[in-house]
């Protein structure tokens, strides 16, 4: 299977614990987003690699949230001292873009890590 | 900011055709997309299309885009019972192409 992988697929953790997720990308892929989708709703974005960089960042990624892509590979979510408002589904997605190329964005998504925070 | 609205649910019998609708404030001048999303598994792009285009058909789906009322529609001709699922149309946020603003999706119940 080819496709982007995420684990660990479901993560119940105890408020005030630090959880990390992992997302394998498609090998081939340089660019390599965070999502999140709670109930009832469309996933909303939280940050995005273009290779090993963190180029942008929304509002909604606090300061207890810390992503990174050290090799411009697999990339991890870290979320520390949990609150229960972080439980939701986090959805990681890749694409291929060219620098230069046209802005057609293709997203693959991964079937994301269930998080349950008690 | 951006916001991107879907009606919650739409039912169809099968063998119908089904349109789900989708507004939205402001984008990108690039592409827009419709992703589809079934119980327990990711989100797939069913199809998209660029800013500059009315119209794009492929096979079963149609994509309408308005630009002037900023409102995009995905017609599913010949609605099957596995066409069941949540469908969501997703906006690039002006200024980034690659940040994508989702609506609420819309959930599509095929009834036999």
């Known amino acids: 299977d080819t496709g982007v992988s995420q684990n660990p697929r479901h993560k119940i953790t105890k408020r005030g614990q630090n959880v990390t997720f992992r997302c394998d990308p498609i090998?081939?892929?340089?660019?390599l987003y965070w999502y999140r989708q709670t109930l009832g709703q469309g996933p909303e974005f939280l940050t995005y690699?273009?290779?090993?960089?963190?180029?942008?960042k929304s509002r909604l990624l606090s300061d207890r949230f810390s992503a990174e892509r050290p090799k411009g590979s697999f990339s991890t979510l870290e979320i520390q001292r949990t609150e229960q408002g972080d439980s939701a589904m986090y959805l990681c997605?890749?694409?291929?873009?060219?620098?230069?190329?046209?802005?057609?964005?293709?997203?693959?998504f991964g079937p994301g890590t269930r998080l349950t925070v008690l | 900011g951006e916001d991107v609205e879907q009606s919650l649910f739409l039912s169809v019998r099968e063998g119908d055709s089904s349109v789900i609708n989708c507004t939205y404030t402001?984008?990108?001048?690039?592409?827009l997309y419709w992703y589809k999303q079934e119980p327990g598994a990711g989100l797939q792009l069913l199809t998209y299309?660029?800013?500059?285009?009315d119209m794009k058909q492929d096979q079963r789906l149609t994509v309408l885009l308005n630009k002037k009322d900023k409102h995009l529609s995905l017609r599913i001709a010949d609605t099957q019972t596995g066409d069941s699922a949540i469908y969501f149309c997703?906006?690039?946020?002006?200024?980034?192409?690659?940040?994508?603003?989702f609506g609420s999706g819309t959930q599509l119940t095929v009834l036999p």
């Open positions: 997605a890749s694409s291929f873009s060219l620098a230069s190329g046209r802005k057609y964005n293709e997203q693959f």
């Open positions: 090998s081939e892929h340089n660019r």
């Open positions: 690699f273009q290779n090993e960089a963190q180029l942008e």
């Open positions: 402001d984008s990108s001048s690039t592409y």
């Open positions: 299309i660029f800013s500059n285009m």
């Open positions: 997703a906006v690039p946020r002006p200024g980034s192409a690659r940040q994508l603003t």
